[in-house]
């Protein structure tokens, strides 16, 4: 399974890092995206990370390039999403989820919400 | 980016009754190294986070009830409840991973 942890208050322009815990199997092997969700709203991909096997590379939205940035430490079967320059538009449920394209584990989010 | 769109954006069956919910690409999804189609189903119950019903549109995922079906090509596809039960009350989203960024249909509502 996966736990995210991290959210919180925080204001624009501010910075948080939620991280994604994984047990039960073994994260070294695993390709994991960030999905986000404003309440009642749809389904939004953030991004993902290869596994380091595949060379451990990362793909991000376009409303987030350059602002947040995904990482890995297999050592302690954790990822994480650095999310800088905070705006009130990325006040979301992030989830993380594993897979290269669909998303068969899913943790249960954690609530960002940016405002001054 | 490739666009979901998905129709209708609610529905309400009956118990028992078929439930369909369409899902249209904006542009191919049909992945060359398998000749399969790059999309999948998710069900999203409030609170919840999405669960995988489907993949590769239409390979249904382990402990999904057979009562769920994939199908479709080309650009358009379709989740089917074959005969709705109350548990099955959700949103549903379609999802292309064709080529990134990944992106989901807006969500079809299915109400009893």
């Known amino acids: 399974q996966l736990v995210e942890s991290g959210g919180g208050l925080v204001k624009p322009g501010e910075s948080l890092r939620l991280s994604c815990a994984a047990s039960?199997?073994?994260?070294?092997?695993?390709?994991v995206n960030w999905v986000r969700q404003a309440p009642g709203k749809g389904l939004e991909w953030v991004g993902r990370?290869?596994?380091?096997?595949?060379?451990?590379?990362?793909d991000y939205a376009a409303p987030v390039k350059g602002r947040f940035t995904i990482s890995r430490d297999d050592s302690k079967n954790m990822w994480y999403l650095q999310m800088n320059s905070l705006k009130t538009e990325d006040s979301d449920i992030y989830y993380c989820?594993?897979?290269?394209?669909?998303?068969?584990?899913w943790g249960q989010g954690t609530t960002v919400t940016v405002s001054s | 980016d490739i666009v979901m769109t998905q129709s209708p954006d609610s529905l309400a069956v009956s118990l028992g009754e078929r439930a369909t919910i369409n899902c249209k690409s904006s542009?191919?999804?049909?992945?060359?190294?398998?000749?399969?189609?790059?999309i999948a189903w998710y069900q999203q119950k409030p609170g919840q986070p999405p669960k995988l019903l489907v993949s590769?549109?239409?390979t249904r995922e382990s402990g999904v009830p057979d009562r769920f079906s994939g199908s479709g090509s080309g650009t358009d596809f379709t989740l089917t409840i074959s005969s709705l039960q109350a548990e099955d009350v959700a949103v549903y989203y379609c999802?292309?991973?064709?080529?990134?960024?990944?992106?989901f249909g807006q969500g079809t509502k299915v109400e009893i």
């Open positions: 590769w549109a239409s």
């Open positions: 039960g199997f073994t994260a070294s092997h695993a390709w």
């Open positions: 542009q191919t999804v049909l992945y060359s190294s398998n000749n399969k189609y790059s």
């Open positions: 990370i290869r596994s380091k096997a595949d060379g451990g590379t990362t």
């Open positions: 989820a594993t897979g290269w394209g669909h998303m068969g584990v």
């Open positions: 999802q292309q991973y064709y080529s990134t960024p990944w992106t």
